[in-house]
T-cell receptor, first 112, second 112 residues
Framework: DGGITQSPKYLFRKEGQNVTLSCEQN?????MYWYRQDPGQGLRLIYY???????QKGDIAEGYSVSREKKESFPLTVTSAQKNPTAFYLC???????????FGNGTRLTVT | GESVGLHLPTLSVQEGDNSIINCAYS??????FIWYKQESGKGPQFIID?????DKRQGQRVTVLLNKTVKHLSLQIAATQPGDSAVYFC???????????FGAGTILRVKS
């Protein structure tokens, strides 16, 4: 099946540890995005990438890092510098600015 | 943009009735708009989109209306079903921009 695959679905970490969330796609999307969602709130953009080996900061990039070494993969690292890392993280991709985002089913990260 | 807090607006409708979910968007230069449905613990799912050169578009049981004069978007769901219960988000794409901007969301509850 084609789609955006995020893993794992649930992730638990101790405070002070870096953690990497996986996002893989087989839809041949050029652009990929990471969003953060907090309970009862909308989606806030962390990072996005329009092409391999290039990415831009979104609205809340502090404490996060990404890489885009290949088209199919866009992993997100939540670093220890992120003050409130517990959240639901969503990865998405799309072909161009005139097409909708396709989302994965998210990773729920809990940091204690 | 900033989130609006933990209290999402809620629309409660009786099964079989029509639902209308409203969204005020922020950028008069936005030229592409999307509605998403998000069920608990899942990623947002594309419902329908509309471009700024249109004021109405219909899908299966759904209709999107765009009023550019007052920067208002609405989603109409005909014969609402229990499976329609979810959080609904509107999103706008500013002309020439690479990022979708999401609204805070509306909870739709369908009573049987």
């Amino acid at each position: 099946d084609g789609g955006i695959t995020q893993s794992p679905k649930y992730l638990f970490r101790k405070e002070g540890q870096n953690v990497t969330l996986s996002c893989e796609q087989n839809l041949n999307h050029d652009a990929m995005y990471w969003y953060r969602q907090d309970p009862g709130q909308g989606l806030r953009l962390i990072y996005y990438s329009q092409i391999v080996n290039d990415f831009q900061k979104g609205d809340i990039a502090e404490g996060y890092s990404v890489s885009r070494e290949k088209k199919e993969s866009f992993p997100l690292t939540v670093t220890s510098a992120q003050k409130n890392p517990t959240a639901f993280y969503l990865c998405a991709g799309r072909d161009n600015t005139n097409s909708p985002l396709h989302f994965g089913n998210g990773t729920r990260l809990t940091v204690t | 943009g900033e989130s609006v807090g933990l209290h999402l607006p809620t629309l409660s409708v009786q099964e079989g009735d029509n639902s209308i979910i409203n969204c005020a968007y922020s950028n008069s230069a936005s030229d592409y708009f999307i509605w998403y449905k998000q069920e608990s613990g899942k990623g947002p799912q594309f419902i329908i989109d509309i471009r700024s050169n249109m004021d109405k578009r219909q899908g299966q049981r759904v209709t999107v209306l765009l009023n550019k004069t007052v920067k208002h978007l609405s989603l109409q769901i005909a014969a609402t079903q229990p499976g329609d219960s979810a959080v609904y988000f509107c999103a706008e794409n500013p002309l020439g921009g690479n990022k979708l901007v999401f609204g805070a969301g509306t909870i739709l509850r369908v009573k049987s």
